[in-house]
């Protein structure tokens, strides 16, 4: 149970609080997107940045000893810092001196009673973040930052006002803290875990009359096949915590006939959310990202990049400064909606689900980009419905496909031809490809969909 605001009558009073101060959240949020350009919105990140700095440098021993000697104006020439560094020194790392192990207790003590109500010491958000390869990761937001989260991702879905007041259904995937559910005259929100039986779902979104759904891409999907149960059509979806494919995108707004708008989030941060014009934007108040080419310079746009760091410049509790992420994009130019913040173009994926093949010259290995992967697949024929393709091993990949009825057989040589050909223009050595009629899986670790997935450990990746 969550405690009242000082001076503001139980339960309804905290709620109403929630609500007025999202709405406020949600005005500012808008503002700076529209507005923050240029030399001040550099302005703007160095400050913050700067901020965030000094703050770890005096509350965590850690960046104490990371940053000693340096000068700590120029962010650039910090050094950077991973997971694995992160975790290694935890207890460290965090500002409010938590002890790794004894938060690794509590959230795990958690997850086995699937009871997400308690705060660690009645205010820190407690969150497991389990890796792709299993090895885990803590996330740590301060109560009162966590419970503005809503609001952020309405400020940043590019909701029009005429859809209030909002009535949300948001499917959290993440074993985490329940957030307060939100009632107040213009916003009321249910929280539901992922693991809720879609049947419960559809209940929940009729029971609230929600006109917004929230659920990361698969869980929608799940949905849209009982989509014809909802009563009154939804106005909205957002999606988040999975790469959304372009097969996805067009499944889900077909079952639903609601747009879909795309939030980029991770365990790191809120880094891009679409806009209007229906592209994704860094969310450059939020968050500073470093898209580096192979040279450790800035990735020029359009062309990939071969390393990302986050700077999040809002969680000072967990500081997350050129913080290198897993993932991997494209930049692009501006946008028709008139935003200063920078489009980001496609996300290729995971830098860990990059194919590694040897190369038919036997000069190395040749890396693939995960989406060019999923396109060669889509393109190969009309009669795929669902599909995974996973590298097992240099010399082996396996293709899971989910066809049309009785359609099986004339697609699996299609996709595997066109897989062919992609490998050849790459100039790869061709490895043994299986493929079977079987649906996606889940990653063993994570529980998120991966359509493109390598599952044996490569010792580079494109630096
Ligand atoms: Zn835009």
Request: with cysteine.
């Amino acid at each position: 149970m969550t405690p009242a605001q000082p001076g503001l009558p139980r339960r309804i009073g905290r709620a109403a609080w929630l609500g007025l101060r999202g709405l406020f959240d949600f005005c500012l949020l808008a503002w700076r997107r529209r507005f923050l350009r240029g030399e001040r919105l550099r302005r703007y990140q160095q400050r913050q940045a700067r901020r965030l700095v000094r703050y770890a440098v005096e509350h965590s021993p850690f960046y104490r000893d990371l940053y000693s000697g340096r000068s700590l104006d120029d962010l650039a020439g910090l050094p950077t810092v991973d997971k694995q560094i992160m975790m290694d020194r935890f207890s460290d790392f965090n500002t409010a001196g938590l002890d790794k192990e004894e938060l690794i207790e509590f959230a795990l003590a958690m997850e086995h009673s699937r009871d997400f109500l308690h705060y660690f010491r009645e205010r820190y958000v407690v969150g497991l973040s389990s890796g792709t390869s299993g090895s885990k990761g803590l996330v740590l937001t301060e109560r009162s930052l966590a419970e503005r989260l809503p609001a952020v991702f309405l400020a940043r879905s590019g909701v029009p006002l005429r859809l209030l007041p909002f009535r949300i259904v948001f499917i959290l995937r993440v074993h985490n803290q329940a957030f307060a559910n939100i009632d107040s005259p213009l916003i009321t929100l249910r929280y539901l875990h992922s693991m809720t039986p879609v049947e419960r779902i559809v209940d929940e979104i009729n029971g609230l009359r929600a006109n917004l759904l929230l659920a990361p891409p698969s869980v929608l999907r799940l949905i849209g096949a009982q989509a014809d149960r909802i009563r009154e059509p939804l106005k909205l979806l957002m999606c988040y915590a999975e790469v959304l494919g372009d097969d996805d995108d067009a499944a889900i707004r077909q079952a639903f006939g609601a747009p879909l708008i795309q939030l980029y989030q991770a365990s790191e941060g809120l880094i891009g959310s679409s806009c209007s014009a229906g592209r994704l934007h860094v969310n450059e108040d939020l968050v500073l990202l470093e898209a580096l080419d192979e040279h450790g310079q800035p990735a020029p746009p359009g062309t990939p990049c071969h390393k990302l760091l986050v700077t999040n410049l809002y969680n000072r509790l967990q500081p997350l400064i050129r913080y290198q992420l897993n993932d991997l994009l494209v930049l692009g130019q501006g946008c028709p909606c008139g935003s200063g913040f920078r489009v980001i173009e496609r996300v290729l994926g995971r830098s860990d689900d990059l194919f590694w093949l040897e190369r038919s010259d036997g000069s190395g290995h040749q890396y693939l980009f995960p989406d060019i992967t999923a396109r060669y697949v889509m393109n190969a024929c009309e009669l795929v419905r669902e599909y995974q393709v996973e590298q097992t091993a240099y010399d082996r990949v396996v293709v899971r496909l989910v066809t049309l009825p009785g359609r099986f057989a004339e697609a699996a040589p299609l996709v595997e031809q066109s897989l062919r050909r992609l490998l050849d223009e790459y100039g790869c050595r061709q490895p043994a490809i299986e493929v079977v009629e079987q649906p996606p899986q889940l990653n063993p670790h994570s529980q998120k969909l991966r359509r493109i997935a390598r599952s044996f450990a490569h010792p580079d990746s494109p630096k």
